[in-house]
């Protein structure tokens, strides 16, 4: 039923109105996908408005008072409708569609004395069908939301109450702003508030964002700056500070005020002190917070978007044929008025006459009105409704569909955009993105370069590889090791989520959301921390060097001090260089904490000094200094009672002899004491892994240290927010640098050769899709300075280490950079570490300006930009990364079946060029054969000139091949994203386009996301195709929306994809499926019956039309008025509903196999304007002799008037019916019985009316008619042949036409009636056939295998193998 | 129309073993394995070829060609004659009744038309009066009478349906019955006589009642207040339609059965007729019942009209037709050569479909497939 919602958005779509309840707001305002809203412009113009919100207790209350006059209380209504204002709102809001318009001026008409045709009742009846129909479905919607809506505001939360000095209980719905909340761990948040208090000492708390946007991730909320000493009780009568902070808005990530406390001292409040409602509070026992936005005003209810209404080109067409056919009615109506006007004028006071003196003139212009009442169904009314109905079944099989199912994720593809459905068979152009899309984005380490030395990592790549195999070789296996992470997550569900199913209602009535976050939070839970995937196996090289920081006296081998210290930087970047937050696997969702002041071990002081001395550049001094860690560190911290809370996961001793054995590698067992095991993961061991485990630690001996890790639940998860970070955090843990915790003022990492430091975290820069870094300012755990580390994009990194002066780090810069190509031409995913030492002085100048950036309300983010920026100078280069993003499983297939299919696959990314080209090879979007054209420029003429070059070229290409060859050629377009940005400027847009028109692909690198919908855009709308972009990340939200259908793909980055997609699927191989075979049927069976609506109300409404010509022009009809109004509205109905649902032109099997026929889908074969007028052309025929056989059989005969439409009813029904039997490509019992059912039901009504109405219906009285037609053999004679002469044409025109020149559709049709050999050998044939027709003169480009739907196993490790090589 | 169940779709997949999952699985959003849900439903898929339509094609015609013969022979058994008494000539009998006659004459003007039937009409022969360019389809005409004022009904019969207007009421009484179709009623009286050779005057008797549909006479006209009442009494606060000469009540004093709203001249006549040109039955002339003689031998005969129907203001014209009935009606040769022509043109469809088809459909069969 709720799929049935778009009926209500889309009434909201025509009038935008009561926007104050928030409920819907247009999709136009969905929040700013990115942060660089700072440069919206009415973002910042809040200054002027803004709210300010005091505490509401006694003592305030009157000043509470005149500030919160405006402010809305906390109760939601998500319903559209009150019980008295439903029947006037929802009728007010439907007629607002142009179609229930036009019907209700009919039903108006009719009331007018001298145009009146029928009966008053009678023309109401459609109209009230189908608003009945629509507002049932109304009613239905909004009782659904009322319940949930009072459901949530009943929830109790705790709120101070005043008068009794104590937090009381409340619902929810009475909290209202400036109150003051109490919450507990797990609770959900129920308005948004400003965080006065937390339990935690840091004064930090955790939060869930899940409801909101998907991220399973904790969010870390800060306490409002210098309001109390943390840790101590929060007095709620103590507190009397005033807020102010900007008016609410739907920016989830912004949110910008002060607090200004009695002594006017002002503390700047931003996002990080918002606790957004329905989120969750997590691993903090309890906070208070103030509430500033209530209810409808908070960002959550702001965001809520109701489902997405576009217009299909389908309907677009259809739009256009209804203009057409209101052209026909109106031509009708004219040709009847004149008639009337002259057969008037002719007479002269016959008998039969009424009485009257209207002129003739005018009675003709009445007749007009009269006429378009009596041929109203000429539109067809019941059309829109079909549809909709039709596209909510349509919708039910996609998402019925098996092979559409991801068993691993337990989802399968959800429609969010209802009505457009049928554009999934028209698509012309496809824009992909690439990480997380093409790709798995499952970040993997696969090698790094430090201080200009490559360390190449080799036995990764081979543990890489195995993972590989098996993953593809053995479906099950990864299964049970996802859903061992999916059992751990239940178990925690069972220990702390166990409210989780209010929080889900918390959102919205909105149960697709619902099911996102169900299936999110199912999936995501330490997904980017899963044992198995994560496994680095360090370079042997690498760890040795940085064991020499331990045991330096052991080691043969004395590298380079300095360069010992370039390597810990690097490492200890890599730990701190983020934002990823720890949790243990016994409790997952708590994160590790901070065990509060360590007490700095005995070693540390010699370590420090060591360390000292390491830093100063070129020192060739060996260290010699160095401890063994006491074994005891691990049990203080096991002892100090927080259970649980702390491990520290690797233990120090194991990186020392790592070239040994890996066996030795994992910690000895005897150190953990086995009481501490939690129950939790005791019970891991009933899981029945163990085997597995076993088994595969023997497949891969690597793999071994972390199944023991395991055994020894020493395992810490690394909960990220993009999985790059997760997969630098995992390398480092790798080499003994690890991150134990994190809170925000410090992170606990464990460094070869000391215990755990405590890093004291001074700034967090975050990253920013304007600078493409992130940094971070520590206080250096060793040294004491202030150390800047920076992680970003290599070319942004490069060029702010250019500035560099020495040698070394010139010759550092020089070798990285070399290494960095080589890791893009590997298809690595690259990223530069740099670091910068601030003097003291520097770093309070700098951090003046800072604070001063942090604490204003207005341009806050571009200053925090700017002071970013101002910090990140001066880099010094420490090395680089490469991780490997596998491809997801079938891309290539499926991209080469959609090219088959003649879609243009575009691969939009933000990647370098290399790895962008080494993905598109790795995914057969280019093929070995493939020109290559580059489009790397620096200015606009450039560009302008580069791209008539490329023009030539490809001319050269093409002719060099084939001179008649069309334009497609085997040409690939590989732009930047500068160049882009010159190409997409008006004067070379037309020149870029051309071009792309001669490219088979286009490849567009380094672009952003703006430049993403730019590209979109400019296709869409100068070629005018079909587009479909492909995206999961909040980088494609932009794209998404701008395609004619945007399908997310939810994985890994959140949900903004696919909360902002038309079709959200779990892997790209879907698309295939969904596009080629649901598209196809889509199309095709709506196109059909749309077709075959138009052609049953034409051919019904002429026959009125026709006998026009019989009584004068008079309007009058022969039919009964009910048969009339029922003939399309129950009579013939049902059936082409069934078609539009169920009909199957070609099996799924065949779709798949040939992807050549999705063609007639986007060349719109199905419904083009001359299918359009033929059809019209057979409706009039067929009304024609539907009339006429009758006229002449009955002619001067004593028919009387009603009975004269008995057989021409029975006859029109027959003819309605059959005519879908041949237009239909398949009859399945359903249909069979349906169209049974109509007829019957036609001559049921009819008899059963006919016997029983006496008097009733009065002036077409039926009593009687029926039975005596039908007891007359002449009635049989005349239908029969009526029938068979009306059909006869178009069964002449199928068959000839299915005969001499089948379509491709008609071909597959007639293979697949084949037996199973001739069947494959035909369809091997037909490949073969096209392919000779693509390519005549290359060499044939490789066969789709029959059977790729199921991976073998060789492919996938080829597909394997071309990524990693 | 060949057919093809695609079994081959049916994989081996087997429903319910796949859904259930575990004891104790999570409610799985897996989608059921149904035929249904999967859309693996069997199938007839019609593929209309040349191959396919041709036999269906030669059974059309095959049938329709001696359903065809049969009906023209029917029509053509049919014995009809049609008699024109309108009076537009000068030689027309009818003539001066036509020029003088108007609603408003009070006078008989009565008309001998003499005619010759040159073969005899075996078994009944309805007798027809036939209208022409009269419009009874004519939208407002059509809805002008109260249908339950003619069943009956005692509150309509005083206060008729606003549909009547403005023949509702007269002389402040609702008219009975009321409406344009009724004050139009048929009212030329028709009478025949077989002249025998010897030179005498027979008249033929010709049968009043029978001549409406059972239903309409028994069900759905009622005379109001039961038929054993006085019809007079019962109709006394009703005035007759304007056009009419005589009450409602004295349609046929002789017959109470026939008589009042059950009048069966009347019920032909509100069962108004679907096209401008048409005929009503009138009366019935029964066999004689003696099967030597035919019902109406051939001879000469004479129609003899009282002229009260003025059709000369909307050109109309009105006739007389002597006809015999078959089980399909009245004569009309149309349907009989419709059948023989569809049928033909089907079966010449058919030969140019099996050319077709040798020519093109086997190489379909073969598996060379595109072009």
Known sequence: ?1365 | MASSYNAKEEDGHHPGLVGSGGPGAVKSKKPDNTAFKQQRLPAWQPILTAGTVLPAFFMIGLIFIPIGIGLFVTSNNIKEFEIDYTGVDMSSPCYNCAQNYSWNSTSVCTCTVPFTLDQPFESNVFMYYGLSNFYQNHRRYVKSRDDSQLNGDKSSLLNPSKECEPYRTSDRKPIAPCGAIANSLFNDTLELFYIHPNGSKIGIHLVKTGIAWWTDKHVKFRNPGGSNNNLSVVFQDTSKPVNWRKAVYELDPADPENNGFVNEDLIVWMRTAALPTFRKLYRIIQKKKDTMTPTLPPGNYSLEVAYNYPVRSFDGRKRVILSTISWMGGKNPFLGIAYITVGSVCFFLGVVLLIIHHKYGNRNNNADIPN
């Open chain 1, 1 to 1365: 039923m709720e799929r049935l919602r778009w009926v209500q958005h889309r009434c909201l779509q025509l009038i935008s109105t009561d926007r104050r309840r928030g409920w819907y707001s247009s999709p136009s305002s969905l929040p700013p996908k990115s942060s660089q809203d700072a440069q919206d412009p009415q973002v910042q113009r809040l200054s002027g408005k803004r709210r300010v919100v005091v505490s509401r207790w006694d003592t305030h209350h009157s000043e509470y008072r005149s500030f919160s006059k405006g402010f809305q209380n906390n109760s939601i209504r998500t319903t559209k409708y009150t019980l008295i204002s439903f029947i006037p709102m929802n009728l007010f809001q439907q007629f607002h569609r142009a179609a229930n318009l036009y019907f209700l001026f009919l039903v108006l008409l009719n009331w007018v004395p001298a145009v009146e045709a029928f009966q008053k009742e009678i023309t109401m009846i459609p109209l009230a069908v189908v608003l009945t129909v629509i507002a049932f479905k109304d009613a239905m919607e909004d009782y659904r939301r009322y319940r949930y809506d009072k459901k949530i505001n009943n929830t109790l939360t705790h709120v101070y109450s005043g008068k009794q000095q104590r937090y009381v209980e409340r619902r929810w719905a009475e909290v209202c702003v400036g109150d003051l909340v109490r919450l507990c761990c797990n609770e959900i948040i129920p308005a948004d508030m400003v965080l006065l208090h937390s339990s935690d000492s840091n004064g930090v708390c955790h939060i869930e964002t899940a409801n909101l946007d998907g991220e399973t991730n904790l969010k870390q909320r800060q306490v409002v700056r210098d309001l109390t000493q943390q840790g101590c009780e929060f007095v709620p009568e103590n507190f009397s500070s005033r807020i102010e902070c900007e008016n609410p808005n739907n920016d989830l990530r912004r949110f910008r005020g002060f607090m200004e406390h009695p002594g006017k001292v002002r503390v700047g409040l931003h996002s990080e002190n918002l606790l957004l409602r329905s989120c969750t509070v997590r691993n903090t026992e309890t906070v208070i917070g103030i509430v500033v936005y209530a209810g409808h005003e908070t960002k959550a209810m702001q965001n809520n978007s109701g489902p997405r209404y576009k217009r299909s080109k389908l309907e677009r067409r259809l739009n256009m044929d209804v203009l057409w056919s209101v052209a026909l009615l109106l031509l009708m109506c004219f040709i009847a008025a004149i008639g009337h006007g002259l057969w008037l004028s002719e007479l002269e006071d016959p008998i039969f006459m009424i009485p009257d003196n209207t002129h003739p003139a005018l009675a003709a212009f009445y007749m007009f009105w009269t006429m378009i009442i009596v041929l109203q169904v000429l539109i067809p009314i019941s059309l829109y409704v079909s549809i909709e109905i039709v596209k909510l079944g349509q919708i039910y099989f996609i998402q019925n569909d098996l092979d559409l199912y991801n068993p691993v994720l337990d989802t399968g593809v959800q429609c969010r955009a209802l009505n457009i459905t049928e554009d999934l068979g028209q698509i012309q152009y496809l824009f992909s993105d690439k990480t997380g899309t093409l790709t798995e984005n499952r970040m993997l380490f696969r090698r790094c370069t430090v201080a200009g030395t490559e360390y190449p990592h080799h036995e990764n790549a081979v543990s890489l590889e195995q993972y590989e195999d098996q993953a593809c070789g053995d479906v099950d296996r990864s299964l049970t090791l996802r859903s061992r992470t999916s059992k751990k997550s239940l178990s925690c569900k069972s220990l702390s989520c166990n409210r989780s199913s209010v929080s889900l209602n918390t959102l919205t009535a909105e149960s697709d959301t619902h099911s996102v976050h169900d299936t999110l939070r199912r999936h995501t839970t330490g997904a980017f921390s899963s044992t198995m995937e994560c496994a680095v196996v360090p370079d042997p090289q690498l760890h040795m060097k940085l064991s020499t920081l331990s045991s330096p006296m052991r080691s043969p081998l004395r590298p380079d001090a300095a360069e010992i210290s370039l390597i810990l930087d690097f490492f200890l970047a890599l730990t701190v260089c983020n934002t990823v937050v720890v949790s243990s696997p016994s409790q997952p969702r708590h994160v590790v904490q901070m065990p509060v002041v360590r007490t700095p071990l005995r070693s540390l002081e010699e370590m420090k000094a060591m360390f000292q001395k390491l830093s100063l550049p070129r020192f060739p001094h060996s260290p010699n200094t160095n401890t063994d860690t006491p074994p005891s560190l691990t049990k203080k911290l096991f002892a100090r009672g927080r259970s649980a809370s702390y491990f520290p996961n690797s233990n120090p001793q194991t990186p020392v002899t790592p070239l040994e054995s890996p066996v030795k590698l994992s910690g000895t067992p005897s150190d953990t004491p086995p009481a501490l095991i939690p129950p939790a993961l005791s019970s891991s061991g009933a899981w029945g892994e163990d085997a597995e485990d076993k088994k595969q630690a023997k497949d891969n001996a690597a793999d071994e240290s972390e199944s023991d890790d395991e055994d020894e639940e020493e395992e810490l998860l690394y909960e990220a927010e993009s999985p790059d970070e997760a997969a630098l955090v995992q390398a480092a843990k790798a080499y003994g640098c690890t991150l134990l915790g994190r809170s925000p003022e410090q992170v606990l990492v464990a460094v070869p050769g000391t215990g755990p430091l405590s890093i004291s975290l001074l700034h967090v820069l975050p990253f920013h899709s304007a600078r493409k870094r992130m940094s971070v300012v520590v206080r250096h755990p060793l040294t004491g300075e202030v150390v800047v580390y920076t992680k970003g994009a290599d070319n942004v990194i490069m060029e702010l280490a250019k500035q560099a002066e020495d040698d070394f780090s010139r010759e550092v810069m020089e070798l990285t950079q070399r290494h960095l190509d080589q890791y893009a031409r590997e298809g690595l995913r690259t990223l530069c570490v740099a670091k910068k030492v601030l003097g003291e002085q520097e770093y309070e100048a700098w951090m003046k300006r800072h604070e001063y950036a942090e604490t204003s309300i207005e341009n806050r983010e571009e200053l925090l930009l700017e002071s970013a920026e101002r910090l990140e100078t001066d880099l010094t280069l420490l090395g680089a990364t490469g991780i490997v993003d596998r491809l997801q499983e079938e891309v290539p297939e499926t991209i080469e079946a959609l090219q088959e299919a003649g879609i243009k696959v575009w691969v939009l990314t933000g990647d370098k060029q290399e790895t962008a080209i080494n993905i598109a090879f790795a995914c057969k979007l280019l093929r070995p054969t493939d020109h290559i054209l580059m489009a790397n420029c620096d200015s606009k003429e450039a560009c302008e000139a580069r791209l008539q070059e490329l023009q030539l070229e490809v001319q050269q290409v093409t002719k060099a091949d084939e001179p008649e060859g069309d334009c497609i050629s085997d040409c690939v377009l590989v732009i930047d994203g500068r160049t882009l940005d010159y190409a997409l400027q008006k004067e070379l847009q037309g020149a870029f386009l051309d071009l792309t028109c001669c490219c088979r692909s286009v490849i567009c690198c380094r672009s952003t996301p703006l430049q993403k919908s730019q590209v979109v855009r400019l296709v869409r709308d100068k070629l005018e195709v079909m587009t479909l972009a492909i995206g999961d990340g909040a980088n494609d939200v932009s794209m998404i929306q701008m395609a004619d259908v945007g399908v997310g793909i939810s994985g890994q980055e959140g949900m903004q994809a696919v909360m902002s997609s038309d079709f959200a699927i779990s892997r790209f191989k879907f698309l295939r499926k969904l596009i080629l075979v649901h598209g196809h049927w889509c199309y095709a069976r709506l196109a059909n019956m749309i077709l075959y609506f138009f052609y049953k109300n034409v051919m019904y409404v002429n026959l009125l039309f026709w006998y026009q010509f019989f009584c004068g022009f008079s309007g009058s009809t022969m039919t009964n008025s009910w048969v009339l109004i029922f003939f399309n509205l129950l009579f013939t109905s049902v059936p082409p509903l069934v078609y539009g649902v169920l009909d199957k032109d070609v099996s799924a099997e065949t779709l798949l196999k040939l992807p050549d026929l999705y063609k007639s889908g986007q060349n719109s074969q199905a419904y083009l304007p001359t299918t359009f007028w033929l059809n019209i052309l057979d409706a009039f025929y067929q009304s024609l002799v539907c009339f006429f056989i009758p006229y002449f059989a009955y002619a001067g005969s004593d028919i009387g008037v009603f009975s004269f439409a008995s057989p021409i009813n029975g006859s029109a029904l027959l003819i309605i019916l059959l005519h879908q039997v041949i237009e239909s490509r398949t009859l399945t019992w359903i249909h069979a019985s349906l169209l049974i059912f109509s007829g019957l039901f036609y001559y049921a009504f009819v008899l059963l009316f006919s016997i029983t109405c006496v008097t009733c219906n009065s002036p077409t009285n039926p009593y009687g008619i029926e039975t005596k037609m039908m007891s007359e053999p002449l009635y049989y004679l005349v239908c029969v042949l009526t029938t068979v002469l009306a059909l006869l044409p178009r069964m002449l025109s199928r068959a000839f036409s299915n005969t001499i020149c089948p379509s491709d559709l008609v071909k597959a049709q007639k293979i697949e009636r084949l037996s199973a050999q001739d069947y494959s050998s035909s369809l091997q044939k037909w490949k073969e056939n096209k392919a000779t027709q693509r390519v005549s003169s290359r060499p044939v480009p490789q066969n789709l295998s029959v059977n790729a739907d199921i991976p073998s196993l060789t492919e996938c490790a080829a597909e394997g193998g071309a990524v990693l090589s």
